[in-house]
């Protein structure tokens, strides 16, 4: 039951706001910025962090966990109305906007924008990603999405769905592979995307191997590819 609010959180070499294996914490209408590290670290259950702005970040913006994956039991955190960009400033691979771990977690109405590698990564059962805009992202790698996740047999139920996903495009400095807006990488399964907005994307979703993935009633707008499944 702790909530941080309207405070900024700036120039430190590590985590600013970090909570571990806490319940309903609220952090909101905060600034984060400048920081050599994670801008917002927690885990637990029922937690928030809304309407924060998060920029100028070394590693990832926010980094939200919980849940059990024996029992599917979920973890009901959310981020939600952020805008979160110019991150990865130090550590430039696979450090995302917003990272997503565990079961049935949330991330719904942010901006993500403006960083060398993914925008939104998730790992886990039953998490939603929805109504976000990210742009601009995935810069300086290839092989890579906007938004990702990968090798996991056993990670049904996660969801992707009503983001406006746009500006996405592959370096041309970069040989080899490709960038996806939704990248299913290595056999990841049970994922369904759906309702997207994809625009001037090199691809839009790329579905590398697994089962049971649905892609459902997106549009893709002057993209170079559109659905790419391997096996």
């Given at each position: 039951n702790l909530?941080?609010?309207g405070m900024t959180f700036?120039?430190t070499r590590?985590?600013?706001?970090?909570?571990q294996?806490?319940?309903?914490m609220?952090?909101?209408?905060?600034?984060?910025?400048?920081?050599g590290?994670?801008?917002i670290n927690?885990s637990g259950?029922?937690?928030?962090?809304?309407?924060?702005?998060?920029?100028s970040?070394?590693?990832?913006g926010v980094n939200?966990?919980?849940?059990?994956?024996?029992?599917?039991?979920?973890?009901n955190n959310?981020v939600?109305n952020?805008?979160?960009y110019?991150?990865?400033?130090?550590?430039?691979?696979y450090q995302?906007?917003i990272?997503?771990s565990?079961?049935?977690?949330r991330a719904e109405y942010?901006?993500?924008?403006d960083?060398?590698?993914?925008g939104?990564r998730?790992?886990g059962n039953?998490?939603?990603?929805?109504?976000?805009e990210?742009?601009?992202?995935?810069?300086?790698?290839?092989?890579s999405?906007?938004i990702?996740t990968?090798?996991?047999?056993?990670?049904?139920?996660?969801?992707i769905s009503?983001n406006?996903?746009?500006?996405i495009?592959?370096?041309p400095e970069?040989t080899n592979?490709?960038?996806?807006a939704?990248?299913?990488?290595?056999?990841?399964?049970?994922a369904?995307?759906?309702?997207n907005?994809?625009?001037?994307?090199?691809?839009?979703?790329?579905?590398g191997?697994g089962?049971?993935?649905?892609?459902i009633n997106?549009?893709?707008?002057?993209?170079?590819?559109?659905i790419?499944?391997?096996q």
């Amino acid at each position: 039951n702790l909530d941080i609010s309207g405070m900024t959180f700036e120039y430190t070499r590590g985590v600013a706001i970090e909570g571990q294996n806490v319940k309903n914490m609220r952090i909101s209408d905060c600034v984060v910025r400048n920081i050599g590290s994670n801008g917002i670290n927690i885990s637990g259950t029922d937690c928030t962090v809304e309407k924060c702005e998060i920029y100028s970040i070394g590693a990832m913006g926010v980094n939200i966990s919980g849940g059990d994956r024996k029992t599917l039991f979920p973890g009901n955190n959310t981020v939600k109305n952020c805008s979160i960009y110019d991150f990865g400033r130090i550590f430039r691979t696979y450090q995302s906007g917003i990272m997503i771990s565990g079961v049935g977690n949330r991330a719904e109405y942010n901006t993500v924008h403006d960083a060398p590698h993914s925008g939104v990564r998730f790992s886990g059962n039953d998490n939603v990603i929805t109504r976000n805009e990210i742009y601009n992202v995935v810069l300086e790698c290839s092989d890579s999405g906007a938004i990702y996740t990968g090798r996991d047999w056993t990670a049904w139920g996660n969801e992707i769905s009503y983001n406006y996903m746009h500006d996405i495009k592959k370096n041309p400095e970069l040989t080899n592979f490709t960038v996806s807006a939704v990248y299913l990488d290595d056999t990841e399964t049970g994922a369904t995307v759906k309702n997207n907005y994809f625009e001037n994307c090199t691809q839009a979703v790329l579905a590398g191997g697994g089962c049971g993935n649905k892609i459902i009633n997106n549009t893709m707008v002057e993209c170079d590819n559109g659905i790419d499944y391997d096996q």
